[in-house]
C-alpha cells in the first residue's frame, strides 16, 4: 500500500520555527522527487518546494525562499521541510507529494505528481 504520511504541523507564533516530516512506504520514494504543496482555505493548492530524488536540486517559491529548507533523508525514507520566520500567512494544510522525475519548470503541476499524503495543518497566529 502505498502511504505518505505527513507529521510536524502545530500552532506557532510568528517568527516561529517547525520541521515538517514526509514518510514514504509502499513505493520507491528514493526514486521520486518530492514536493511540499499547501492550501489554505478558500485557496488553491500551491507549490511550497521541491527536492530531487538524490536530494541534489531544490527549488523554492518566491514567498518562502530564505525561508524555508528542503531536504531528505533516503535512508529513513523521509522528506523534511524546515520553516524558519513563520508568517501568519504560512497557515495553511501542508501535503508532501511525490513524482517520477524533478523539474525547474512547472514543478507545481499537481498532475504530474503520482501519490499525494494527507496533510498536516500550520497554523501562525499571535
Known amino acids: 500500500q502505498v502511504q505518505l504520511v505527513e507529521s510536524g504541523g502545530g500552532l506557532v507564533q510568528p517568527g516561529d520555527s517547525l520541521r515538517l516530516s514526509c514518510v514514504g512506504s509502499?513505493?520507491?520514494?528514493?526514486?521520486?522527487?518530492i514536493g511540499w504543496f499547501r492550501q489554505a482555505p478558500g485557496k488553491e493548492r500551491e507549490g511550497v518546494s521541491c527536492?530531487?530524488?538524490?536530494?541534489?536540486?531544490?527549488v523554492y517559491a518566491d514567498s518562502v525562499k530564505g525561508r524555508f529548507t528542503i531536504s531528505r533523508d533516503n535512508a529513513k525514507n523521509t522528506v523534511y521541510l524546515q520553516m524558519n520566520s513563520l508568517k501568519p500567512e504560512d497557515t495553511a494544510n501542508y501535503y508532501c507529494?511525490?513524482?517520477?522525475?524533478?523539474?525547474?519548470?512547472?514543478?507545481?503541476?499537481?498532475?504530474?505528481?503520482?501519490?499525494w499524503g494527507q496533510g498536516t495543518q500550520v497554523t501562525v497566529s499571535s
Open positions: 507529494a511525490a513524482r517520477p522525475r524533478f523539474t525547474y519548470v512547472a514543478w507545481t503541476g499537481i498532475r504530474d505528481y503520482d501519490y
Open positions: 509502499g513505493f520507491p520514494l528514493n526514486d521520486y522527487a
Open positions: 527536492i530531487s530524488s538524490r536530494g541534489i536540486h531544490t
